[in-house]
T-cell receptor
Framework: GAVVSQHPSWVICKSGTSVKIECRSL??????MFWYRQFPKQSLMLMAT?????????EQGVEKDKFLINHASLTLSTLTVTSAHPEDSSFYIC??????????FGPGTRLTVL | KQEVTQIPAALSVPEGENLVLNCSFT??????LQWFRQDPGKGLTSLLL?????REQTSGRLNASLDKSSGRSTLYIAASQPGDSATYLC????????FGTGTRLTIIP
């Protein structure tokens, strides 16, 4: 099946710094990618939909200036958490849509902000 | 707004038993219903995907059913094994993929 990778798998940063997370579709092109976050013992919540070559669509309540999404190519989307704070600590998971219409999920990135 | 609920939130059963996990959704206008498995600290593993036109899908010891009209799906696991211990998530895809709250399954050896 299709493979989606994420890098890094875990990251620890200091409060106030920015962190970039990469999501790559390894064996297919994805015009649409999705970013989710998951708090401990909770389900996944969609943060934003990333479309190649255009601006991302953010879900209600998600600050677009804080969570910057760039989808510069058909195989790469990045999520940058700017001025990270401890409350941003979470598990971030991306997915990529492969033809005809199936989402494949990455392994996730554990972010801890000290 | 789609809401997806899973009952029970946690389940412990002895090894070898058959079990059923439940998923309900409020908006029946969905394209498909998916079941995932998530191990602690890990990403998602897709188990089964049922298209809206289908009633069920099977893979090995797993069988998932879908009843759109009643807004329900079930995941049946036959002859459970300790390796089945994980959190199981269902997700309904309409305008977007909406995840359920998950069922944490523990199989007791």
């Amino acid at each position: 099946g299709a493979v989606v990778s994420q890098h890094p798998s875990w990251v620890i940063c200091k409060s106030g710094t920015s962190v970039k997370i990469e999501c790559r579709s390894l064996d297919f092109q994805a015009t649409t990618m999705f970013w989710y976050r998951q708090f401990p013992k909770q389900s996944l919540m969609l943060m934003a939909t990333s479309n190649e070559g255009s601006k991302a669509t953010y879900e209600q309540g998600v600050e677009k200036d804080k969570f910057l999404i760039n989808h510069a190519s058909l195989t790469l989307s990045t999520l940058t958490v700017t001025s990270a704070h401890p409350e941003d600590s979470s598990f971030y998971i991306c997915s990529a849509r492969a033809p005809p219409d199936t989402q494949y999920f990455g392994p996730g990135t554990r972010l801890t902000v000290l | 707004k789609q809401e997806v609920t899973q009952i029970p939130a946690a389940l412990s059963v002895p090894e070898g038993e058959n079990l059923v996990l439940n998923c309900s959704f409020t908006d029946s206008a969905i394209y498909n219903l998916q079941w995932f498995r998530q191990d602690p600290g890990k990403g998602l593993t897709s188990l089964l995907l049922i298209q809206s036109s289908q009633r069920e899908q099977t893979s090995g010891r797993l069988n998932a059913s879908l009843d759109k009209s009643s807004g329900r799906s079930t995941l049946y696991i036959a002859a459970s094994q300790p390796g089945d211990s994980a959190t199981y998530l269902c997700a309904a895809e309409g305008e977007k993929l909406t995840f359920g709250t998950g069922t944490r399954l523990t199989i007791i050896p």
